[in-house]
């Protein structure tokens, strides 16, 4: 789809490149000429993309929740083009059993941490022009019975998004929200047949692959997305428009 060696030249971070969305991510960043910089708390996985993205790609274990160590990592990479915070997650739980410290560890992961890491390459980012992507979860702001904190957290990380793209002009910022992607990830936290009634449910009736994703956080890093920024983009198969799928039996809880 993309040109071939459109993003030649360019410098990614991408957190969460030791699996799923990460990993193909990385994957068609280095393919299209970019160099990758993977992060995330498992070497061996982060090993497992190096062995398969081949030159282009280098990574180093960082949990992005130690602000010290990964704030000076960033800082010490330099000028970058395109930060991707993928790095994310969260358990599935009714709102009422979510204790303060379980709300508390998933709105670290997907808010606090992920804003860190946008401050710590903000001067890099600013000295190229660069682009942020931040993952997130289709329609947060409609609600998603099941994922009270991290809806939360995710709502938040979109109005930093459309903060930031009003207060630094000089780098464009975006969310990517993709429905239902099949990694391995989320078959950890939901079973399939579970799966299959959420993608059934969407106005296309389909899922999305990771090498969409992977697809359009590259397209956002060129030239294409010039005349964006601050936007919310989902990926969601349309199932934003019906209603956020709810992930508990009952939604009452
Ligand atoms: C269609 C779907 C769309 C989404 C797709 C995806 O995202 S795909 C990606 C899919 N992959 C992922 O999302 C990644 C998987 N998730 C994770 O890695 C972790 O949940 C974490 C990083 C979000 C938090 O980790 P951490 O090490 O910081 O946390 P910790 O262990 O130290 O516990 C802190 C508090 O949380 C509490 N608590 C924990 N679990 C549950 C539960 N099930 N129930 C209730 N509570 C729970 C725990 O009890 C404790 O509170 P307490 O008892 O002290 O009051
Ligand atoms: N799959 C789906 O349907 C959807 C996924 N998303 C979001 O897309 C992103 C990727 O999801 P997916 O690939 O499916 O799931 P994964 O669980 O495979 O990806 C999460 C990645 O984040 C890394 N990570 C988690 N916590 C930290 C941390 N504290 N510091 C550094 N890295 C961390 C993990 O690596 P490690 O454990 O080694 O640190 C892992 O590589 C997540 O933000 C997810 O919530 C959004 C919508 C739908």
Not at 12 to 32: N, Q
Not at 105 to 129: F, K, P, W
Not at 131 to 139: D, E, G, K, Q, T
């Amino acid at each position: 789809m993309l040109p071939d060696g459109v993003l030649r030249g360019k410098t990614a971070l991408v957190s969460g490149a030791g699996s799923g969305i990460g990993r193909a991510v990385s994957l068609r960043l280095v393919e299209l000429g970019a160099s990758v910089v993977g992060v995330g708390r498992r070497a061996e996985r982060l090993a497992e993309t190096a062995s398969l993205a081949g030159e282009g790609f280098r990574y180093q274990a960082l949990d992005i929740r130690d602000r010290a160590a990964a704030g000076a990592f960033v800082a010490g990479l330099g000028g970058l083009d395109l930060l991707v915070n993928n790095a994310g997650g969260q358990f599935i739980a009714p709102a009422s059993a979510i204790s303060p410290r379980g709300f508390a560890a998933v709105a670290d992961l997907n808010l606090t941490a992920t804003a860190s890491m946008i401050q710590a390459a903000r001067e890099g980012l600013a000295e190229r022009g660069g682009r942020v992507v931040n993952l997130s979860l289709s329609a947060p702001e409609r609600g998603i019975p099941g994922l009270a904190h991290s809806a939360a957290a995710r709502a938040g990380i979109a109005a930093l998004t459309r903060t930031l793209a009003r207060q630094w002009p000089g780098i464009r910022l975006f969310c990517l929200a993709p429905g239902t992607v099949l990694t391995e990830g989320v078959g950890e936290e939901l079973p399939p047949e579970q799966l299959a009634r959420i993608v059934a449910k969407t106005p296309l009736g389909r899922d999305t692959s990771t090498a969409e994703v992977a697809e359009w956080v590259a397209a956002l890093g060129t030239g294409i997305a010039d005349a964006v920024s601050g936007s919310l983009i989902e990926l969601d198969g349309g199932s934003g428009l019906v209603a956020a799928a709810s992930l508990n039996e009952s939604e009452q809880a």
